[in-house]
C-alpha cells in the first residue's frame, strides 16, 4: 500500500498569508496526486489533479507542484474562505489513499 | 450538473452488516468508476473502494474481506455492504465519481453500538 504523509497537521495564517502544505508518497506515484478541501460537516471538494492542475471553478491563488514522492499546495495570498482542512490523495495504480490532512487555522 | 444521493440505515448493532446506496443523477453512468469512502468522527478520509459499470472492483486491503460492492446500471445506482461491523466502523459513510472524486453524496453518518 502507497502511505501519504502531510506536514504540517495544523497551520495557523492570516489572510493574505503565503500558504504551502507538503505530501509525500512513500513510493513513487509520479505525478498521480490530487488536493481536496474539506469544510466542517461538508463533502471534501476537488481543487487539483494530476499535481498541479487546477479543477474548474478552482480559484487561481491555487496552485499545486511536485512528481514522483513530494508535492506540494500552495496558497498563493489566504482567503477568509480558505480556512478549511486540505487532502492530499494518490490514485496510482488498483489503490487509493489519503494523507492525514492539514487544518488551516485563522492566526 | 451531476448529483448524487445516497441512503441506508443510521444505526447498527455490531456484527451487524452495514448497507448504503448512492444513485446518480446526471452526466454518465458508463463512463466512470463509483467509489465510496467513510470519515470517522473528528478524523481523516479513508478510501474504502471502487467500482464501475461492468462491476469491476477495487478495494482497500485493509477492509477487503468485509466489503460488498455492487451496481445496477438500469437504475444509474451502486451500494455498499461491509459485515461484521464494530464500533471502529462509525463513520460519515460518502459515495463518489471518478477517480478524482469530483462529485460526492451527501455523507451519512452510520453509528455502530450496542
Known amino acids: 500500500d502507497i502511505q501519504m504523509t502531510q506536514s504540517p497537521s495544523t497551520l495557523s495564517a492570516s489572510v493574505g498569508d503565503r500558504v504551502t502544505i507538503t505530501c509525500r508518497a512513500s513510493?513513487?506515484?509520479?505525478?498521480?496526486l490530487a488536493w481536496y478541501q474539506q469544510k466542517s460537516g461538508k463533502a471534501p471538494k476537488l481543487l487539483i489533479y494530476?499535481?498541479?492542475n487546477l479543477e474548474d471553478g478552482v480559484p487561481s491563488r491555487f496552485s499545486g507542484s511536485g512528481s514522483g514522492t513530494e508535492f506540494t499546495l500552495t496558497i498563493s495570498s489566504l482567503q477568509p474562505d480558505d480556512f478549511a482542512t486540505y487532502y492530499c490523495q494518490q490514485y496510482s495504480g488498483y489503490s487509493r489513499s489519503f494523507g492525514q490532512g492539514t487544518k488551516v487555522e485563522i492566526k | 450538473q451531476v448529483q448524487l444521493q445516497q441512503w441506508g440505515a443510521g444505526l447498527l448493532k455490531p456484527s451487524e452488516t452495514l448497507s448504503l446506496t448512492c444513485v446518480v443523477d446526471?452526466?454518465?453512468?458508463?463512463?466512470?468508476?463509483w467509489s465510496w469512502l467513510r470519515q470517522p468522527p473528528g478524523k481523516g478520509l479513508e478510501w474504502i473502494g471502487e467500482i464501475n459499470h461492468s462491476g469491476s472492483t477495487n478495494n482497500n486491503p485493509s477492509l477487503k474481506s468485509r466489503v460488498t460492492m455492487s451496481v445496477d446500471k438500469s437504475k444509474n445506482q451502486f451500494s455498499l455492504k461491509l459485515s461484521s461491523v464494530t464500533a471502529a466502523d462509525t463513520a460519515v459513510y460518502y459515495c463518489a465519481r471518478g477517480l478524482l472524486l469530483q462529485y460526492w453524496g451527501q455523507g451519512t453518518l452510520v453509528t455502530v453500538s450496542s
Open positions: 494530476k499535481a498541479s
Open positions: 513510493q513513487s506515484i509520479s505525478t498521480w
Open positions: 446526471g452526466g454518465s453512468f458508463s463512463g466512470y468508476y
